[in-house]
């Protein structure tokens, strides 16, 4: 059954709408969680690029609502080099997807997406992740 997405588009939100979006959520998730991230930069494109599809593994470029690019802070050392900052891929068209199959709201899809892979920089499991977003 599909439903009607929530929230007050006509049209289909926008890379603009979806960073809009991820700003204001990473507002509202615990300050505690993001003070060591530090050097994060969120980007929103369309599609993972070919390369990320191969990379991951992906059978279509709806499987992945968005990706960690860094490395995680359980994995880190002073040796690593830094060849900028870590990044937070959010794909809009799949994210677009998944909000009109599930009929969730829009914002808290974006804020699911990105407590999941900012869990990823801190190596936290699911269940982990899962408590955090029951936090405000």
């Given at each position: 059954?599909?439903?009607?997405?929530?929230?007050?588009?006509?049209?289909?939100?926008?890379?603009?709408?979806?960073?809009?979006?991820?700003?204001?959520?990473?507002?509202?998730?615990?300050?505690?969680?993001?003070?060591?991230?530090?050097?994060?930069?969120?980007?929103?494109?369309?599609?993972?690029?070919?390369?990320?599809?191969?990379?991951?593994?992906?059978?279509?470029?709806?499987?992945?609502?968005?990706?960690?690019?860094?490395?995680?802070?359980?994995?880190?050392?002073?040796?690593?080099?830094?060849?900028?900052?870590?990044m937070i891929f959010l794909y809009r068209r799949p994210i677009l997807d998944y909000?009109?199959?599930?009929?969730?709201?829009?914002?808290?899809?974006?804020?699911?997406?990105?407590?999941?892979?900012?869990?990823?920089?801190?190596?936290?499991?699911?269940?982990?992740?899962?408590?955090?977003?029951?936090?405000?």
């Amino acid at each position: 059954m599909i439903r009607k997405p929530s929230g007050p588009h006509t049209v289909p939100p926008t890379v603009e709408d979806l960073e809009r979006m991820a700003e204001e959520a990473l507002d509202t998730i615990p300050a505690e969680l993001l003070a060591p991230v530090g050097n994060l930069v969120i980007h929103v494109e369309d599609f993972p690029d070919e390369d990320t599809e191969r990379e991951m593994e992906l059978e279509s470029p709806f499987d992945l609502l968005g990706l960690y690019r860094g490395v995680d802070l359980t994995r880190q050392s002073v040796a690593d080099l830094r060849g900028g900052p870590d990044m937070i891929f959010l794909y809009r068209r799949p994210i677009l997807d998944y909000w009109c199959e599930t009929g969730e709201e829009l914002p808290a899809i974006v804020r699911h997406v990105l407590i999941h892979e900012i869990g990823h920089h801190f190596g936290f499991s699911d269940d982990d992740m899962e408590r955090i977003e029951t936090m405000e």
